[in-house]
């Protein structure tokens, strides 16, 4: 193992730049964003698609630290990451923002999820899903670790692919996944790219199990708002909605990113346990990837759960069957006696 991925003592990071992709709508780049800004003293760019959520974001996290760290600033921008200019001026409006200020970390972070199979799934939304969740990332990339490179204190670079980029292809998901396996195989590119010349650069790859958020309402008002079908001046940020105790807030994710990260782990499975939840029904991330390697060593691939009807309420899944799901299933029944 390089030194990229040895321990990080967090309060190195304090008073540096954080940029957070994808953060303006209360999901886990909202949650990686306050727990940067409010617990370890950082400056935050919070980066989305849209101008009114993205200032609706930014107050909210300005009220929030006015009172918990004064003297921490916050910059929102919008910008699409699928646009290398927009980036480009993203970069710019930092520098301007926070002269001279070194960039401590940056969240490639920003996504979309169309939950369909692929006989169902349209192909803009297969253009859709790679353009934002594979080269929005690269474009992410591109631009702000040419930065890092020039810098000689310590940085994070991560990209948030999802536990569904390490398992076996789902039934439903398919474009996701299939834009989540690449974002994983690309971080681990940039992590051998990055090893020996710049390893004070530590590269990691995010994969969350279950985290409370809108991305597929998101994801939906984003497609009918590039389709023409509404006003991108129109979109509103939704306040997140925690409709069960099962998935882990984004504030608790967050606290769970960053002990990985002061861990040095490159691959951040971020599962559905204490202390993040107050319940004892994980996902069981590492279970389930453990699944898919067994197969690749047998050369077969287990496809049996698709004999079986799926927990989630949807189609069978090779992945929403762990005891996160087994619960959610005994609740609905429960709901509905
Ligand atoms: N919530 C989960 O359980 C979960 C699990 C695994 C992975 N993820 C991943 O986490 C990331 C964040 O998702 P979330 O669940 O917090 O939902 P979210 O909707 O809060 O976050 C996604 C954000 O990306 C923004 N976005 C979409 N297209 C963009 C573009 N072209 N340019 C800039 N911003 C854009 C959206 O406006 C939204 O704010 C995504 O990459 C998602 O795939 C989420």
Known sequence: MSKQQGELDLKSLRGRVCVVTGSGNNGIGWGLAVHAGAHLGMHVVLVDLHESVVRQATAQLEARLNEEQPGVRVLGVACDVTDPEQLASCLSQVRAAFPDVPIGAVFANAGVSFNRTIMKSTLAEWQTTLNVNVLGVVNTLKTFVPVLQEQSEESVVCTTASIGGLVRGDGGGSAYQASKHAVVALTESLSFELARRYPQIRVHVLCPCIVSSSLDYNSQVNAAVAAGESLAED???????????????????????????????????????????????????????????????????????????????????????????????????????
């Open 235 to 337: 979109v509103e940020q939704i306040p997140l909605r925690n409709r069960s105790d099962l998935p882990m807030t984004p504030e608790r994710h967050a606290q769970q990113v960053f002990d990985h990260i002061a861990d040095g782990h490159f691959y951040m499975i971020t599962d559905n346990v204490r202390p993040y939840v107050d319940h004892d029904f994980p996902f069981d991330g590492l279970g389930i990837v453990k699944e898919r390697f067994d197969n690749l060593f047998n050369l077969q691939l287990d496809n049996s759960d698709a004999m079986s009807p799926g927990l989630s309420g949807g189609p069978s899944s090779s992945i929403l069957k762990g005891p996160l799901w087994q619960e959610m299933a005994r609740r609905r029944r429960q709901e509905s006696d």
